[in-house]
């Protein structure tokens, strides 16, 4: 799997939206510009979106703002048969999507949130059928495929529009916004490059010509957490990347991941996920056994083939 990143999302089948079913059990910290909706459809997870965290659960629909920072991961704390991952459809719509009948998509700005805090229940289920009807329609590829998928989400949007909070910012804002982002996207890719040596705070600020109590703030406001801990979680991921291979040790897994020392790698586990790394790696080491996945990868993007399966089976239920 790739590293915490800024995603650049590419629209193979209809200009302006893409969709995918895919299994998680960890996808870390990341960004794109386009609004994403996650319709849970089997399994459970935690998705934490700038300061704010969602349990999601089968049949759970959340929207996801552009340019917010989010990360997604399995409840490891539950026993049950399908903690093991949580299979949903992703539906990502650019926000140049039919900018030319409706342009203040382009300028919009959502509160990200799941769709059952804003919608009542019968709306929330035709919403949700939109979103499956497209999704059908998108992974089948009947005939004039690309048609239905637009109307679907069409409808949906303006469901969207009409309960969740927004605001359409102005041309200053919008510049503003992206300024903002970018410097995200920045500081997100500096961590990634050197969160195995020692890095710092101030090193960073530094580079943004930010105070370290200016950049303190930004990182508590966007992502809920201290600067140390999101240079932990980041420690913590590359650590469960390295114990895919069998012929590491902790101790060197511990180092590899720029960690001090194994105990403080010990105690950081116990407080994210509830183990020791050892525990960790004995009952989540090896994720997928299926042979089509390399070894350590944390999520499963199905094929259309089983993307369409995966929807029916879930309006079977």
């Given at each position: 799997?790739?590293s ?51 349990m ?37 719509i ?8 409706f ?7 959502f ?20 979103f ?20 679907s ?17 102005n041309?200053v804002?919008?510049?503003?916004f ?15 490059a ?5 890095i710092?705070?101030?090193d ?62 010990n105690k ?50």
């Amino acid at each position: 799997m790739e590293s915490s990143r800024i995603e650049i999302v590419k629209y193979p089948k209809v200009k302006h939206i893409k969709m995918f079913v895919n299994k998680i059990k960890f996808v870390e910290n990341h960004l794109h510009n386009d609004f994403e909706i996650l319709l849970t459809l089997s399994g459970k997870g935690i998705l934490e979106i700038n300061n704010a965290t969602y349990m999601y659960a089968p049949g759970d629909t959340i929207f996801i703002n552009s340019g917010d920072v989010h990360s997604l991961s399995s409840n490891l704390d539950d026993n049950k048969p399908d903690s093991g991952g949580a299979t949903s459809l992703f539906i990502q719509i650019s926000n140049h999507f039919l900018r030319e009948y409706f342009p203040q998509i382009h300028s919009s700005v959502f509160k990200s949130g799941n769709l059952r805090s804003y919608l009542n229940a019968e709306d929330y289920a035709h919403v949700c059928k939109l979103f499956t009807d497209a999704a059908i329609a998108y992974f089948s590829e009947t005939n004039y495929f690309q048609l239905d998928v637009v109307a679907s989400i069409s409808k949906a949007l303006a469901y969207i529009y009409r309960h969740l909070d927004y605001k359409v910012i102005n041309e200053v804002q919008k510049e503003r916004f992206n300024r903002k982002k970018s410097r995200m996207e920045r500081i997100i890719s500096y961590i990634d490059a050197n969160f195995d040596s020692q890095i710092r705070l101030e090193d960073i600020a530094s580079k943004e010509n930010l105070s370290v109590t200016h950049l303190s703030h930004i990182f508590s406001s966007s992502f809920g957490m201290t600067f140390q801990e999101f240079v932990n979680i980041k420690r913590m991921e590359q650590c469960i990347r390295l114990m895919a291979n069998k012929e590491k040790t902790l101790l060197e897994i511990s180092y590899e991941s720029g960690f001090s020392d194994s105990k403080y790698m010990n105690k950081m586990f116990l407080k994210r996920f509830g183990c020791t790394p050892k525990e960790y790696r004995k009952k989540y080491g090896t994720y997928y056994d299926g042979p089509t996945l390399e070894t350590g990868k944390f999520e499963l993007i199905y094929n259309d083939q089983d993307s369409l399966k995966a929807i029916e089976e879930y309006i079977g239920k």
